[in-house]
């Protein structure tokens, strides 16, 4: 195992979490931050987004994206509402960063802002472009010319896959306005079901998931970087029964596999059930 220092607070004092699938993961002596060790190249982490992330499941990705087009809709009005509720001042310029196939996007543009997505997959960056209009480019580095641009900075699901968390928000800081809200939902590996479960929490799949932040780590974060925390607590969504027993169903063995596996692909596959087990967390922060 290789440990090095801590991707939050860079405190240099890794402890031996758990290992899953060939791959390790440690956390923060100090601020409890989980983190994949070591952790992969840019290059690495990107190859993962292929095709079959959004179509079967693999490397801890959906059953099928884009047939779950309106739970995806249901949980983006749902985080607008949240961010409506915290942002001061204008509602213009948005960027959602792991746009996908753009649906978060889509509902951004129908409640007033215009969206800009960035999104490392080519197969998802099209579906957004060729279904919707949405604009989308394939990395944060194809920001940097547009300094104080936006008024909103969206990542929901995605700062945890991200390989340098820092980078990512220092972007953030320096293409939002004075004032701006930048908005993550991520997972929370202090919560009382990550803890009770361990490595079987169904967050930890390597090697799309590269973070596990508690709240002192995301806080952390977010301070570094120069964001101000407003809001953050646990929230929910809405997720399929297709999408979900298929995640049991790879967790599982024999004759219950079999049956997740049945369940995920049968016509209750597309039912929409709500997550509420208090380990989702959105944080609301505004930028310096």
């Not at 949980?75 to 409506?84: E, I, M, S, V």
């Not at 996007?105 to 957004?128: F, H, M, N, T």
């Amino acid at each position: 195992m290789t440990n090095g220092a801590c991707p939050v607070c860079k405190t240099n004092d890794p402890r031996p979490l758990f290992s899953k699938n060939g791959y390790d993961y440690v956390c923060c002596g100090f601020c409890g931050h989980g983190y994949m060790s070591p952790l992969p190249s840019e290059e690495q982490a990107a190859a993962v987004y292929e095709q079959s992330y959004f179509e079967d499941g693999g490397t801890g990705g959906y059953q099928d994206y884009v047939a779950d087009e309106q739970i995806h809709r249901d949980n983006a009005r749902a985080r607008l509402r949240l961010l409506d509720e915290h942002h001061q001042g204008p509602k213009e310029r948005l960027i959602d960063v792991g746009c996908a196939a753009g649906f978060y996007s889509d509902e951004a543009r129908k409640a007033g802002w215009a969206p800009l997505g960035v999104e490392v997959s080519d197969y998802a960056r099209a579906i957004a472009a060729s279904r919707f209009g949405i604009e989308a480019v394939s990395s944060l580095s194809e920001l940097d010319a547009r300094e104080e641009s936006f008024d909103a900075f969206c990542l929901f699901q995605v700062l945890e896959h991200m390989v340098d968390v820092h980078e990512v928000l220092d972007i953030a800081h320096r293409v939002t306005r004075p004032g701006a809200s930048l908005i993550i939902e991520t997972w929370d590996r202090g919560s009382a079901v990550a803890k009770a479960m361990g490595a079987a929490w169904q967050q930890v799949t390597p090697p799309s998931v590269l973070h596990l932040f508690n709240r002192k780590s995301l806080t952390l974060t977010l301070e570094r970087s120069g964001f101000t925390v407003k809001f953050m607590g646990a929230t929910s969504k809405r997720v399929s029964v297709g999408f979900a027993t298929a995640l049991l169903a790879g967790k599982s063995r024999g004759l219950i596999r079999t049956a997740f596996d049945r369940l995920s692909t049968s016509p209750l596959g597309g039912v929409a059930v709500p997550y509420r087990l208090g380990d989702l967390i959105t944080a609301v922060a505004v930028r310096g």
